[in-house]
T-cell receptor, first 114, second 117 residues
Framework: DTGVSQDPRHKITKRGQNVTFRCDPISEHNRLYWYRQTLGQGPEFLTY????????KSRLLSDRFSAERPKGSFSTLEIQRTEQGDSAMYLC????????????FGPGTRLTVT | AQTVTQSQPEMSVQEAETVTLSCTYDTSENNYYLFWYKQPPSRQMILVIR??????QNATENRFSVNFQKAAKSFSLKISDSQLGDTAMYFC??????????????FGKGTKLSVIP
């Protein structure tokens, strides 16, 4: 399977704990995006990487959130001191720079904070 | 900021019939893209169709077609010969080049489509 993959698919954590999610984009895609989707809503943009550079961050990305893409391949999204309001589906998408703007999504990581 | 409105939270259609999902958006930009994505239950989001704002011709992909009205800022999706596998949430998305290298997507809240056998 050469699509976007995300790990884990589900994560249950207690309030105050730290969590980290991983995204592996389509191999030749150098653009990588993170989105958050809450129940009954469409996805909302969080942050964008081109290769290893984080070029854009949404105001939704509080200082408890940090994202990295150290070698320009996979990316991680860490949430520190989780809150119940962080419960959501975290989606990763990738696309090819210089190509068409379509983004290809992974299956998401569903986070539940208890 | 761009906004996307999908005014139909839920819709249903009989198998083999045609259904149209509505989407309106608000922007002051002239060059952008519009997409419809499909999110089946417990499965990942799949691109259905795309439309470039500079193209007057409506996009089609097999049983899926759009009615793009740029002046009215309307972008509806028509699904012909509906199949059970079309049951999903459908999201309309507005896409704008940000200038920093990204194409940011702004999504509507979605329309839940059920295809009835």
């Amino acid at each position: 399977d050469t699509g976007v993959s995300q790990d884990p698919r589900h994560k249950i954590t207690k309030r105050g704990q730290n969590v980290t999610f991983r995204c592996d984009p389509i191999s030749e895609h150098n653009r990588l995006y993170w989105y958050r989707q809450t129940l009954g809503q469409g996805p909302e943009f969080l942050t964008y990487f081109q290769n290893e550079a984080q070029l854009e961050k949404s105001r939704l990305l509080s200082d408890r959130f940090s994202a990295e893409r150290p070698k320009g391949s996979f990316s991680t999204l860490e949430i520190q001191r989780t809150e119940q309001g962080d419960s959501a589906m975290y989606l990763c998408a990738s696309s090819l720079a210089g190509g068409s703007p379509e983004q290809y999504f992974g299956p998401g990581t569903r986070l539940t904070v208890t | 900021a761009q906004t996307v409105t999908q005014s139909q939270p839920e819709m249903s259609v009989q198998e083999a019939e045609t259904v149209t999902l509505s989407c309106t958006y608000d922007t002051s930009e002239n060059n952008y893209y519009l997409f419809w994505y499909k999110q089946p239950p417990s499965r990942q989001m799949i691109l259905v169709i795309r439309q470039e704002a500079y193209k007057q011709q409506n996009a089609t992909e097999n049983r899926f077609s759009v009615n793009f009205q740029k002046a009215a800022k309307s972008f509806s999706l028509k699904i012909s010969d509906s199949q059970l596998g079309d049951t999903a949430m459908y999201f309309c998305a507005f896409c704008l080049y940000s200038g920093a290298g990204s194409y940011q997507l702004t999504f509507g809240k979605g329309t839940k489509l059920s295809v009835i056998p």
